[in-house]
């Protein structure tokens, strides 16, 4: 066991008016296993990064330990799989990387496989196995989860469960819970750290916001009741100094030294009042300082005159002789929220592009109106480019509302002076799903639309679509929000 100190730690990208971290310090312990979270561009990566020494910054970090990023660069894809284990871990012996792989259920063919062959769960699985092989490495696992189905999910989180010394970021509260031990978390105006899951962190955090509001509604009761009082002495303290120029009834002049002296000393007591106050506003201000902004979102979908928007019949679809999936048969109802489910590679996205009406190889029957208006959000958020004013006009959505959604999501004000190409994963994400949120649809056509998004966001769509009951088809592993939004699941 050993600590990672970081002491006064404040950083900002060049050119940025606004740090990033401000006079931050806290310990880790090298033994914890850390769950980090945080809304969307608050600076989970960037801390990562400012672990491994890729920016400067002012402050101090010690560590006795090697930080290892994860995820891991491949440069040579077309090199067997056991040569990438070696290079990460050449101190290794081949019974322990076999025994590593093996409780991550990943199959002995794969050391003499092209590493770009395998799947994106396989290299996540294969990678992550090398690097907690490395002797003193406390391992910074970024999102490991966005390329897993939910069974590999489930098995990986097993695996981490049975690791120690790694900080992991997550957005998927099931797979947290079951494999951490400590929270970090980058709040609005610190940063803190809690023992226990993310279940026990957000009940906590929870109670706290509760207790912030009480506190605030009482305060400004209090910064009323002042404001009011010293308005009333202020007006008094002027009324009794311009008395002073007056006269009696019977024509005699008013004591001037005395009323002067008795309209300084209520001048005084508004000036202690407003005094008062300001502190009071002062105070305030620091007791909200980590509530987030959890707006409730709003969706506006159409009615379509038929109950089945969608059927599929005896679906196959092939790629090149090679079979995706077969016997596929599943419709969609007015208002139903369903959930599509299978592994990897079995199908999913290729039968929401189908249904979208791509030109996707397939056999079997497909029944959808052609007057089905859709919309849909794509897993791939590459093509995102320019900037939010330009996307709004390009799909014809009122830029008003689409910002405002924004708004709601997390972004701030000067987020919407950037290029889109500059954001976060999980802000390019969010803009996909405002774009979908403000388009009147009769089916909503999301695949992982949670990938990078954080917990906070993640709880505000499955409020929405729980509240609104639009008529959704989706393909989520985040089994927490599958088990709380579907109406209906289908597995391939």
Request: aromatic share 10%; glycine share 4%; hydrophobic share 35%.
């Amino acid at each position: 066991m050993s600590l990672i100190n970081v002491t006064n730690l404040t950083f900002a990208y060049e050119g940025s008016y606004d740090n990033i971290f401000e006079n931050v310090s806290f310990q880790i312990d090298t033994d914890w296993k850390l769950g980090f979270t945080g809304r969307n561009g608050r600076g989970k990566t960037t801390f990562m990064n400012l672990l491994l020494g890729r920016y400067e910054y002012s402050g101090n970090i010690s560590a006795s330990v090697t930080f290892e990023y994860f995820p891991y660069e491949v440069k040579e894809q077309e090199n067997f799989t056991i040569d990438i284990i070696r290079e990460i871990s050449p101190n290794s012996m081949d019974w322990e990387i076999m025994k590593e792989l093996s409780q991550l259920d990943v199959e002995d063919d794969v050391f003499y496989r092209q590493f770009y062959t395998l799947s994106k769960g396989e290299q996540t699985k294969v990678l992550l196995a090398a690097m907690f092989l490395k002797e003193n490495a406390f391992l910074l696992i970024d999102e490991p989860t966005n390329h897993l189905d939910t069974e590999a999910r489930k098995k990986l989180s097993s695996y981490l469960n049975r690791k120690k010394g790694f900080i992991l970021v997550s957005h998927d509260r099931a797979f947290l819970d079951n494999c951490v031990d400590h929270i970090l978390a980058i709040n609005k105006t610190n940063i803190e750290i809690q023992k226990g899951n993310f279940s026990s962190w957000w009940e906590n955090k929870e109670l706290q916001d509760g207790f912030e509001l009480a506190e605030n509604e009482k305060l400004k009761k209090d910064i009323n009741r002042l404001s009011a009082a010293a308005k009333r002495t202020s007006s008094w303290s002027d009324s009794v100094e311009s008395s002073k120029y007056a006269t009696t009834n019977s024509g005699s002049k008013i004591d001037r030294g005395y009323v002067g002296h008795k309209a300084a000393k209520m001048m005084k007591r508004s000036k202690n009042i407003e005094s008062r106050q300001q502190n009071m506003i002062e105070e305030k201000s620091k007791l909200l300082k980590n509530i987030e902004s959890n707006e409730r979102l709003k969706i506006s979908p159409l009615k379509f005159h038929d109950s089945k928007l969608v059927e599929l019949r005896d679906i196959s679809i092939c790629y090149d002789d090679r079979v995706v999936c077969e016997g596929i048969n599943f419709s969609v109802e007015q208002g139903e929220r369903v959930a599509l489910q299978g592994k990897n590679g079995s199908g999913k996205s290729s039968i929401l592009k189908l249904i979208l009406g791509e030109d996707i190889p397939f056999e079997g029957t497909l029944v959808k109106n052609n007057q089905l208006v859709i919309s849909y959000v794509s897993q791939d958020t590459s093509d995102l480019h320019g900037s939010l004013s330009e996307y709004a006009y390009k799909y014809s959505i009122d830029e008003s509302l689409f910002k405002s959604i924004l708004r709601k999501l997390d972004f701030s004000r000067e987020q919407f002076e950037k290029n889109i190409q500059d954001f976060s994963g999980g802000q390019k994400k969010k803009v996909l799903i405002a774009r979908s949120l403000c388009e009147r649809a009769h089916l909503y056509i999301w695949d992982e639309p949670l990938n990078f998004i954080d917990v906070i966001s993640c709880m505000q769509i499955e409020k929405l679509l729980i509240e609104y009951e639009p008529t959704i088809l989706f393909v989520e592993h985040d089994s927490a929000f599958c088990e709380n939004v579907a109406t209906k699941v289908v597995r391939l």
